[in-house]
């Protein structure tokens, strides 16, 4: 099947099956000599599977129906050499196949797309947690204590314990997550590397990979306006920048 | 402290801050195609690459469409989290993950980070004859085993599907490598014949059925093949070399179970039940391993690969999954296979990303931009 026809949207010939390909096979080696150029007892063409279909030797999806079986099932084909119970099955499995495939290979449609399910979903935790690595500079750091505890709430898994992978975030989920995040704003080691407001670009560009934007430069103007210290100042953005969207999914 | 933050937190709500919104208007120029093309790539980089877009990528996008997925798809595969999300795929695809009593369960996820950070063929994951740790540093496989068939031979793999008659794990071989299940056609697996096989396995036309309408004799005359592949392995995945494949002759001991842990062979022959030379997809295999070099040479191996990559970075399940037409599968594949004769997990997800069809089917599915 070339890629090419599919693309152009016409419909495109599959390649025989291997099913078939075995079939032709025991048909080749033992009744091509007499059926195949040759048309003893007005049998022809025995390797071809439309002509085993419109000569009605052979009925698609139905090998009990199928002269050519009852043949050989019956051993008077090929005659003093009857076929092997696999050679039979291998001609039975065929036709009943053929049930629901035109013989030669059946006609793939044009159009193989289908209605992809698109959900939104959080970044998997493992991502979020190595982005947080990234921030504190170490994996190590005691401010990730909470979160790593909590991290089968958050979405991790562990096929040993019987825990599986999540695909979603809930309000309880968030909550958790928020809750896991507060030790790591607080920590004075990702303050320190941070120095609010002058680090507020590199925490973005840390944490989202951009730069600052219009909606990020007004939102620092308006925590910087809150009567609050420094190290609560940072906090909030530091929330509020982890807690985004953005940063949870897209 | 808390009230502080919650007022902020809200207000930057209610003012509609959100980090990351583009300016407005400057959409309006592009075409909905490109817009659209930008929505899917950003709908997949969070899977594949675990981030948003960068703004390289979304100028890529907005002025070259579709034609620029595979640049794009193309260097996330360099991408260290690229190398992580393969490693989550294969763990999730097999069930194997973390660390318990009997070994560490991640060396199939660490595995397949190693192929994918180093770009090596998908095949790998059958094939190859080392094992990694969590550090990315190789080991020595825990099996014990004087041979490697990649995650097939950890203990994680083999524990994991150990059972009576080694029946699981040879079913989830074919089913998570080949995407096939018992019975295969004769054409694909011929028969063991009833007189190799013992008297459990070789009920024809009987009174036993399975749920699948199959007398004993239609599945387990392939799984007989398959399942000896296995008959070496104990219940915790160590290579027992004197394992004799024979039921444990114990009341005790439910059937399917042999002696020292292992499991009983389907073959009645007692030399062959205690032999690790086998059958796969009617070619012989002198062990595990060979047998694994031939399952990556199926025709089927590479289109599962599609199925199963496709299921799981377009979180495909039910109605949806079962709907798509095989020939998708195999259509990635030969796309796969354009990219690099022996495709490994970045020209696969690249055939994914850049085939029309599934870019359609993000189209079709009306998300917006």
Not at chain 1, 230 to 238: D, L, M, Q, S, V
Not at chain 2, 311 to 338: D, V
Request: aromatic share 8%; with cysteine; charged share 15%.
């Amino acid at each position: 099947m070339g890629l090419e026809e599919s693309s152009v949207g016409l419909g495109s010939l599959a390649p025989p099956s291997l099913e078939q390909q075995k079939a032709m096979e025991v048909l080749t080696n033992n009744c091509n000599s007499c059926h195949g150029t040759a048309n003893l007892g007005g049998v022809t063409n025995i390797t071809d599977p439309k002509h085993l279909v419109s000569s009605g030797l052979v009925v698609p999806g139905e090998p009990s129906k199928s002269k050519i079986l009852q043949s050989v099932v019956n051993n008077r084909m090929p005659p003093n050499n009857p076929l092997s119970t696999s050679d039979q099955t291998i001609l039975s499995e065929w036709i009943a196949l053929l049930g629901n495939k035109s013989p030669g290979g059946s006609v793939i449609p044009a159009d193989l797309s289908f209605t992809m399910p698109v959900t939104s979903e959080p970044h998997l935790f493992r991502h979020r947690l190595s982005k947080l690595i990234t921030l504190l500079g170490s994996a190590n750091d005691a401010s990730l204590a909470t979160l790593k505890d909590n991290r089968f709430l958050l979405g991790d898994y562990d096929f040993a314990k019987a825990i599986t992978p999540k695909y979603s975030m809930e309000v309880t989920d968030m909550r958790n997550w928020l809750t896991s995040l507060q030790p790591i704003c607080k920590s004075t080691q990702l303050s320190s590397r941070f120095a609010w407001p002058a680090g507020a670009s590199a925490f973005v560009q840390t944490a989202l990979a951009r730069d600052l934007n219009a909606a990020d430069n007004q939102a620092i103007q308006q925590i910087q306006a809150q009567t609050a210290t420094t190290a609560e100042k940072f906090e909030i953005f530091c929330l509020v920048t982890l807690s985004s969207l953005e940063f949870l999914s897209k | 402290m808390k009230s502080l933050t919650r007022i902020v937190f809200k207000g930057l709500l209610l003012a509609g801050f959100c980090f990351g919104a583009g300016a407005p208007g400057t959409a309006l120029a592009q075409s909905a195609e490109n817009l659209k093309a930008l929505s899917y790539m950003g709908y997949l980089s969070t899977r594949i690459v675990g981030r948003p877009l960068n703004s390289s990528e979304i100028s890529a996008l907005k002025s070259s469409g579709s034609a620029a997925f595979g640049q794009i798809a193309s260097a996330w595969s360099r991408e260290p989290n690229f190398a992580e999300n393969m490693q989550i795929y294969v763990e999730t695809l097999l069930g194997t993950s973390g660390v318990s009593g009997i070994g560490d369960f991640g060396l199939p996820g660490y595995l397949a980070k190693e192929i994918a950070a180093k770009g090596k063929p998908y095949s790998e994951l059958l094939t190859a004859n080392y094992c990694v740790n969590g550090s990315g540093q190789t080991i020595p496989c825990d099996t014990q085993a004087p041979f490697n068939a990649g995650v097939l031979t950890t203990k994680a793999f083999l524990s994991t599907y150990g059972g009576a008659y080694n029946i699981s794990r040879a079913a989830k071989m074919m089913d998570r490598f080949l995407c096939s299940d018992y019975p295969f056609s004769e054409a694909e697996e011929p028969r063991l014949t009833e007189q190799e096989l013992i008297a459990q396995f070789s009920t024809r036309n009987g009174t036993i059925t399975f749920g699948n309408g199959n007398d004993c004799y239609t599945c387990h005359s392939q799984f007989g093949w398959h399942s000896q592949f296995f008959v070496k392995f104990d219940g915790n995945g160590v290579y027992k070399a004197a394992a004799t494949g024979l039921q444990n002759p114990s009341t005790s001991v439910t059937d399917g179970f042999s002696t020292d842990n292992t499991y009983t062979s389907h073959l009645k022959d007692p030399n062959r039940a205690k032999s690790e030379n086998s059958r796969i997809l009617g070619k012989p295999a002198k062990n595990l391993a060979e047998a694994a070099v031939i399952l990556t040479q199926s025709p089927k191996f590479l289109s599962c690969a599609a199925k199963n990559m496709s299921k799981h970075f377009l979180r495909l399940s039910g109605n949806t999954l079962n709907g798509i037409h095989p020939a998708l599968y195999e259509q990635i594949a030969t796309q796969a296979k354009a990219l690099s004769p022996e495709p490994g997990f970045g020209d696969l997800l690249q055939a994914i990303i850049t085939n029309p069809h599934v870019f359609n089917s993000f189209k079709k599915s009306g998300a917006t931009p």
